[in-house]
């Protein structure tokens, strides 16, 4: 140490361990192995949850899916009966069916006018940020609060259409909400009005993360603002499309609470849905062997949406 | 034995080696520099000194003690990190005395440490502030008083200058330097800034894939640089490599240095006993841009100076001399002139070249022929 | 995005206001609802027969909402939706800190303690998000059964905490491995252990990412309905559960301006933390969208 006297002054606690006790050295070593097994210790019981809760449960539901059970469930493998009952039965197919309009329709619709709104509110609106808020709400609302108040709106005698008679249009009719042939159709209404604020705020991410200096290089050589978002922008969302369709498919699938407070699965049985099917059978219905059935069958459809998507995007990933 | 001692030190994950046995000694108050390009191993072993990596096999002691098996807090050292690693929800006197704080320092004597620290590296004014509001060279500063409060065997830097603008990194050069003059600590400082290493340090360890190329003091490194490896990485502009065949006359290494329409030889002074295996050979010529320049910058009394002309191709001026680059025996030589020396591209200019420190390596090992 | 130069030509003026009608219109589209549902509730239910849907309310009038509040029949049950309010506050809370509590060790340890085995645990986890809970509930039915677990609000505690765990998790996760691990390095180097820089360090800075968390976490459970159907009955059910027993509960006349009362005072928790938390919230959603 020199003896300048800033130097003198840093000799600071003199009983700085330069040489360890047997103590310490035992202690440090018990401190490191602390620090080695603790980290472990505290995601076990996360470790044990998810691969109990989540991986654990598939197996079991899956194991069910293949037994006879009813009330009770029953541990003895039996074949692939619950599948055959469940693929002859029509209401199955018709709920299948249903998820496809209402999947498909919900989908293209809710990533429609999240696009477009993004988009829109892209072109240095004023107030965009109220905007926003206004686009984003329903997302914080449950589907069954959704539920009750479209189905409110949606109401003949008392909502949309005699708001129209009032105004004069008196011959208007809207009537899908009792229509067994359209009511499926004010599912996919009330669940564009919740989600597609959500896709808009995707993409409207999606846009504020693009390079200025592209746009403006495009600006550069020439190119108008419709080439420019056509070319340039939207195909540079692509993730973004790819995100939106998969939350928006996996809302789909398990979509259960929009119909029961909306029309009940109703009129009859024409907005059922697979997550009804399965939540009456196995729960109300004392079906427990087929609504687990239908469970993995509804686990399959969202794999197939989503391994192919993951598997994309984890190429990609490696690529890039 | 001295303040920090590596001994054949190997890393290894799997089958990739990251280290392959390193061994350096360094005594009390020196300043080591690891300097080498990215991924050549630097940081993993300054980690490894820390006690934050393990180590495959081998030994490292600090102050005599073996630390191999000891946790980080145990090991006395401190270090100051390239993003500077300050913790952002405390203030600056918060960041200096935690490390105090858990040693269970009294807290009048830690108020006390970090009022010196404080002092010493001009930060008193900046003691309540948050890390967010203050600028990278005051970061720079907390970082360092957070090292220095603990005061302690081994302070370890891990390229800490790297994120500052290049004015700032001249200065905080500086600083750094005349605090180690001052305090006589023992420094360990990885950096990939082969300026850095020259002026900050009196040992360097150049490293690359893993090895040390070469471990010497800064003059030495420069002037005998082991390999064509350490000859390239250390100096700039980089040192010329012309390769050529080494021929002997009247006990004089001779090497001939062709410009496209003319040949010069150029005496490289008695022929060593190294050397003479390698007569009629290919070797590769190294020589710095500095000894080869204009005449009216040559030193006159220099015996050994000759004269060569060089076609010069294009000349870029960097204020206090201008480089000349030509072309001799198929590849571009740059020269060190004055910028007044009238160099202009397309004219044939006569230069001075001092061969007598002039370099020979092997084309095959890359080892210096000495 | 860039700044388009706009030109003040005619064209690019009508061009502008139809881009502006168009977002006008949807902000009508997105509000009517909630206007509805707001002149609804504050309507008698003779008004709300005769009048039509968007008229004021010539009376204003809270007793629809007292009526919801404690006397509207939820199934069998005339005492309001009261008790099912705070049954799900109930759930709420406890679920809402465990998960986020847990999601923040968890994260931390994932990002700047790995472990062999730590990032496989972390995909095994990340998968567990895109599960359909359908698959999983029959079993876990079972397993409360098993557990002897009767009280329904504990029995919503443990089922949202554990199936919170995937986000949150995510969540902390990605936040921490934005920080420089060179910061963990200092901070043992200075002498702290696992739990010291943990609680020291890591939680004081992560203030932001506990919001996301929180507020994800709340609308997720307030709003929740699966589960509170399957695994709560009768009086501990959430609110969710019993707004829906309300609205189809088809005994006589239907109470519009009730049923409306009742769905504004379910949606009232979500919307205030929206209200507040707004940024937090779609910060939430975003980051749960790169993810899953």
Known sequence: MSPSPSGAQLTLHEGSPSMPSLQTASASRFGRLVDVVLPKIVVAPTMVASLVCFYGFVLWTAWLSLTESRILPKYEIVGLVQYQELFSNERWWAAMKNLGVFGGLFIFFSLAVGLLLAVFLDQKIRREGALRTIYLYPMALSFIVTGTAWKWMLNPGLGLEKLMHDFGFSDFTFDWIVNPDMAIYTVVIAGVWQSSGFVMALFLAGLRGIDDAIIKAAQVDGANLPTIYRRIVIPSLRPVFFSAFMILAHIAIKSFDLVMALTNAGPGLATDLPSIFMYQHGFNRGQLGLGAASAMIMLATAAAIVVPFLYSELRSQRRG | ????????????????????????????????????????????????????????????????????????????????????????????????????????????????????????????????????????????????????????????????????????????????????????????????????????????????????????????????????????????????????????????????????????PAKLGPLGTAQRPYVGKSVILG?????????GSAQADQPNLQLIRAKVEITEPTGPDTLVTSQFNGVKVTARCHPQAGMAPGQTATLVIDPSKALLFDPASENRIA | MADLAYHQTPAARI??????????????????????????????????????????????????????????????????????????????????ALSTLIGAVNGYVLAMWRFKGSDLFFTLLMIGCFLPFQVVILPMAQMLGFLGLENGTARLVLVHTIYGLAFTTMFFRNFYVTIPDELVKAARIDGAGFLRIFFRIMLPISLPTIAVCVIWQTTQIWNDFLFGVVFSAGETQPMTVALNNLVNTSTGVKHYNVEMAAAIIAALPTLCVYAFGGKYFIRGLTAGAVKG
């Open chain 2, 1 to 264: 034995m001295g303040a920090l001692s590596i001994r054949n030190v190997k890393k290894s994950y799997g089958n990739t080696h990251i280290l392959k046995g390193i061994d350096i000694d360094i005594d009390k108050g020196q300043f080591l520099i690891l300097v080498g390009p990215s991924g050549c191993g630097k940081s993993t072993l300054l980690n490894m000194i820390a006690g934050l990596e393990d180590i495959s096999s081998g030994e490292i002691h600090i102050g005599n003690r073996l630390v191999n098996h000891l946790p980080p807090k145990d090991r006395d050292i401190a270090m100051v990190f390239q993003s500077y690693a300050l913790y952002p929800n405390m203030t600056v006197r918060q960041n200096i005395s935690f490390g105090l704080e858990i040693r269970k320092i009294p807290v009048a004597e830690q108020k006390a440490i970090v009022e010196r620290v404080a002092n010493m590296l001009q930060i008193s004014h900046l003691l309540d502030r948050k890390p967010n509001q203050l600028s990278g060279g005051q970061r720079q500063r907390v970082a360092m008083g957070r090292a220095l409060a603990r005061n302690p065997t081994l302070f370890l830097f891990d390229e800490p200058l790297s994120n500052l603008d290049a004015k700032l990194r001249v200065e905080m050069r500086t600083e750094i330097k005349l605090l180690h003059q001052r305090m006589g600590t023992t420094i360990v400082y990885v950096t990939h800034d082969q300026i850095e290493a020259m002026t900050l340090g009196d040992r360097i360890a150049v490293m690359k894939d893993g090895e040390v190329k070469q471990f010497g003091t800064p003059q030495q490194i420069y002037d005998t640089p082991a390999n064509l490896y350490v000859a390239g990485f250390i100096g700039s502009p980089a040192m010329n490599f012309i390769p050529a065949t080494l021929e002997e006359a009247e006990g004089q290494a001779i090497v001939r240095l062709d410009n496209g329409t003319e040949t010069f």
């Open chain 2, 287 to 295: 020589i710095r841009p500095e000894q080869i320049t204009d005449q």
């Open chain 3, 15 to 96: 061009g502008r206001f139809g881009i502006y009608a168009v977002l006008a219109l949807f902000a009508l589209y997105y509000l009517a609802p909630l206007y509805v549902m707001v002149v609804t509730s504050l309507k008698s239910l003779e008004e709300v027969r005769n009048g039509n849907l968007l008229a004021l309310p010539a009376a204003p009038s809270l007793e629809a909402w007292s009526t919801a509040w404690s006397s509207a029949c939820t199934g069998v049950e005339c005492s309001g939706i009261q008790g099912y309010f705070w049954n799900s506050i109930k759930m709420l809370v406890p679920a809402v």
